[in-house]
Each structure stands twice: as structure tokens, then as C-alpha cells.
């Protein structure tokens, strides 16, 4: 099984600043990682696919980055909406897909 | 405009059998791989299963294995997952995701999520 390991456990950011989230995968995935938002009482919103690719609707200061082992997930200007918890997963040839523990991104 | 809709939760006693659905609309539903996808809070995001369009790929997270069983039926755009012997430790809220078409494990849409709670 791959093992996702998200770092920090918790970003405390200004609104307007830019956060920068971390995730390493337990071994080789290529580009086979997705980002997701979560926020309490509502569905998981996938973010990123392919590792830099941006789904559907989502805003452009979204950019994922990164291949192989480490992953990073950036929010350019962060708006007050983004503050949530951010996973990765990966889907890299075969299940189980698995997720890294979470980022939650809070108000400094 | 897409929509997933996840029912079925509830509070059930340890060892017991419970099944949620999920009806989706506005997807070509009956060519896409669907999943359920669970999370608590002490656990965050944990893949449970998938299921092909034609049901012809199956795949449990070990946790479940043996103990949950997914289906779909395609005339009625819905998929299940029939649980059973649980424990607290399925206590979560379960979502039915759609996979992205091309890239069937990335989850682009999600129900709503419905609660399973475990206790006696």
C-alpha cells in the first residue's frame, strides 16, 4: 500500500498570503496525484488532478506542481472561502487509492 | 448540471447490517466507474470501493473487505454498498463519488455524504 504523508499537519495564513502544502508518497507515483478541498458539512471538492492539472471551476491561484514522491499544492492569494482541510490522494495503478492524513489551512 | 445523492445512513448496533444508495443524474452514468469513499474525523478521507460501469472490476479497501459489498444498477443510475458485521470503527459519513471519465480513481463528483453511525 502507498503511504501519503501530508506536511504541515495545520498552515495558519493571512487572507491575501500565499499557503504552500506538502505531500510525499511512500513510493514512485509519476504524476498520479489529486488534491482535494474539504470543509465541514459539505462534500470534498476535487482541486487538482494528474498532479498539476485544475479540475473543472477551480480558480486559477490553484496550482499543483511536483512528480514521483513529492507533490506541493499552492493557493496563490488565499480568499477567505479557502480555508479548509486539503488532501491529496494518489491513483497510481492499482487500489488501494489512498489519501494522506490532511492539511487544514486555518485563519492566522 | 450533475447531481449525487447519497441516502440510507442511520444509527445500527454493533454487527449489524445496513446498505446506503446513491442516485446520480446528469452524468452518462451507465460508462463511468462510481466508488464510496468514507470519512471520520479521527481518519480523514479513506477509499472503501469501486465498481466499474458493467460491474466487471471490483475493488474493497482491506478494512471492509469480506464485510461490504457494492453493485450498481445502471437503469436506475444508482449505486449501493451493502455493509455488514459492523463495528464502531465504520462509523463515518459515506459518500458515493463519480469517477473522473479517463481517470476512473479521481472522484470529481460526490454526494452529499450520509452518516452511518455504530453503537449499541
Known amino acids: 500500500e502507498i503511504v501519503m504523508t501530508q506536511s504541515p499537519a495545520t498552515l495558519s495564513v493571512s487572507p491575501g498570503e500565499r499557503a504552500t502544502l506538502s505531500c510525499r508518497a511512500s513510493q514512485s507515483i509519476s504524476s498520479n496525484l489529486a488534491w482535494y478541498q474539504h470543509k465541514p458539512g459539505q462534500a470534498p471538492r476535487l482541486l487538482i488532478y494528474g498532479a498539476s492539472t485544475r479540475a473543472t471551476d477551480i480558480p486559477a491561484r490553484f496550482s499543483g506542481s511536483g512528480s514521483g514522491t513529492e507533490f506541493t499544492l499552492t493557493i496563490s492569494s488565499l480568499q477567505s472561502e479557502d480555508f479548509a482541510v486539503y488532501y491529496c490522494q494518489h491513483y497510481n495503478n492499482w487500489p488501494p487509492w489512498t489519501f494522506g492524513q490532511g492539511t487544514k489551512v486555518e485563519i492566522k | 448540471e450533475v447531481q449525487v445523492v447519497d441516502s440510507g445512513g442511520g444509527l445500527v448496533q454493533p454487527g449489524r447490517s445496513l446498505r446506503v444508495s446513491c442516485v446520480a443524474s446528469g452524468l452518462k452514468f451507465g460508462e463511468d466507474t462510481m466508488h464510496w469513499v468514507r470519512h471520520s474525523p479521527g481518519k480523514g478521507l479513506e477509499w472503501v470501493a469501486s465498481?466499474?460501469?458493467?460491474?466487471?472490476?471490483?475493488a474493497y479497501a482491506e478494512s471492509v473487505k469480506g464485510r461490504f459489498t457494492i453493485s450498481r444498477d445502471n437503469a436506475k443510475n444508482s449505486v449501493y454498498l451493502q455493509m455488514s458485521s459492523l463495528t464502531p470503527d465504520d462509523s463515518a459519513f459515506y459518500y458515493c463519488t463519480h469517477g473522473l471519465r479517463g481517470y476512473s480513481a479521481v472522484f470529481d463528483y460526490w454526494g452529499q455524504g450520509t452518516l452511518v453511525t455504530v453503537s449499541s
Open positions: 465498481i466499474s460501469w458493467n460491474s466487471g472490476y471490483i
